[in-house]
């Protein structure tokens, strides 16, 4: 008699098993197209003002997705994707979720480096609140294709740095987002020549500021390691159409020794404008759109 219930034991063990493998089987292997509709729906709800998009979606254990082929546009732009990722992953918090309050955790692998971070739903009824956090590891930029294609080609070197939002999924530009970025060993591509230059080499880029209601508030951006010194502060008024974001920027520009050694032209451009020179620093304010810039000496 003791011997058939231990034998019932482990027969019981094996089929809680093979359940709990069959189960995982399953939920791993769910129907990628099911799997793809929902993520679409629930995409559309959560972030209305999103297109989002991918060549391959499953489940993780962890739980969570993964996915393959992501592009993200907005509605009003769905051609000119701003991000574009290889290979990311979304994860949940169970206890954030038991709370009524789900966390989600993310991973997204791009040129050259990584995003990831957190992203929280504040209000679980109407699943329009959310904060979030993103870190910056190590993007690569150039002419290869991940962000918006504005910046495309014109921006070059390594990105690091730290993005956190809190707002209305609606209107993200109507958030408060706030940004500290470093970029290192690149360069800056000009559309049209600002000081007979057509680009800027530069070691360090470092810049903070505060998205709020639209306006771009830059507390301190700092470009050194090149030709020049650079610092700038003020504003964009951020529009629809991003080209079309007023500009109302006060800017430093500081002329180095290699600058009228390396790029003659350059320097016979600034020693045209000796007498603008204030304390050997060049000072323009930018205005006008990020389209059509206008600059003014100080």
Sequence with gaps: MHLSIKDNKQQLWYIL??????????????????????IRVEAEKRFPAIDIGFDKIGLTLSPGIKIRGLKISLKEDPDNP??????????????SWLKGEPRYYFTSTVIGGKISGFFEEKDEVKKER????????????????????????????????????????????????????????????FKTPILNLDELEYKKINVSGVIDNRRLNIKDLNMTGGPVNCTATGTIQISNDFLNSRLNLKTEIEPLPSLYQEMPEAGNAINLMKNKIKDGKLLIDFQGTLNRVIPKFR
């Design 17 to 38: 098993l093979i359940v709990c493998f069959t189960f995982i089987l399953l939920y791993v292997n769910f129907p990628s197209k099911a799997l793809t509709n929902y």
């Design 82 to 95: 701003v991000y574009v990722s290889k290979k990311s992953s979304v994860r949940v918090s169970i206890w």
């Design 130 to 189: 959310i904060d979030a956090a993103i870190d910056i590891e190590g993007l690569t930029l150039d002419d290869r294709i991940f962000i918006h294609p504005i910046i495309n080609g014109r921006l070059e070197g390594k990105l690091t740095g730290k993005i956190t939002f809190m707002g209305n999924l609606s209107d993200p530009l109507k958030g408060n987002t706030e940004i500290s970025l470093n970029l290192s060993d690149g360069k800056v591509k």
